[in-house]
């Protein structure tokens, strides 16, 4: 189905999601910090990033508004998933250029459809 990047420094968040996005059929790619994710999306420009916000050295938000805003990967959806559950740290990341904000941990479903609506052009 679609290739999907994890930026995520935490191995069980990565190993869940990594879980869920495979049995659905994709293929997933992960990053365990927003310097090595950029790199990697630049690299293999997957359809869709699944973005942490608390990362060590670049966190999250900059790692998205670094990504929106390259020529070479602005077109790639960034759905933000982080434990900050504030409505500031959502429409924070939504003006970095992500395309959605979920609160972790998110249900199978939630994430699901989430990803779905957005490789879906929604």
């Not at 790619?29 to 994710?37: K, N, P």
């Not at 020529?71 to 559950?85: A, F, G, L, Q």
Request: some cysteine.
């Amino acid at each position: 189905m679609a290739r999907i990047l994890i930026i995520d420094d935490s191995p069980t968040d990565t190993r869940v999601f990594t879980t869920t996005l495979e049995k659905h059929g994709h293929e997933v790619l992960s990053a365990g910090s927003a310097e090595d994710g950029v790199e990697l999306c630049k690299k293999e420009h997957p359809d869709l990033v699944l973005m942490d916000v608390i990362l060590p050295g670049m966190n999250g938000f900059q790692a998205t508004r670094a990504l929106s805003r390259d020529e070479s990967t602005s077109d790639i959806p960034i759905i933000i998933v982080s434990t900050k559950n504030m409505e500031t740290d959502r429409v924070w990341g939504m003006r970095q250029g992500a395309k959605d904000y979920i609160v972790k941990p998110p249900s199978e479903r939630e994430l699901m459809s989430r990803v779905n609506a957005l490789l879906a052009g929604e």
